[in-house]
């Protein structure tokens, strides 16, 4: 089977939408998998870029990892903090 590579984008082609703000669900992420693929997605934002965070809990573990992998590289927001679920706001500085 042979592989066809994905068609390339026109140069300087911005995928951004106009608000810049990405939704990320964590809760439809398989739990093995969340960190990988939070961290994916974050290493995609380019600077002013949210990515508007959703899960059932605080996710206090996961905030550490990312203070000791981005530092002051992205800005956390909480929008919502209650005990049914967090909103959070991460911004890529």
Known sequence: MALTPPPQNPP???HRT????YGFDARGVAKRFRHAAI?????SLHPGEVMRFVNDH?????LGQMQARYGEA?????RQRAPEGVVIDFIRQ
């Open 12 to 14: 300087g082609h911005d």
């Open 39 to 43: 961290f994916g997605a974050l290493d």
């Open 74 to 78: 992205v800005r956390v927001e909480y």
């Open 18 to 21: 106009p608000e810049a703000i």
């Open 58 to 62: 605080d996710p206090i573990p996961l």
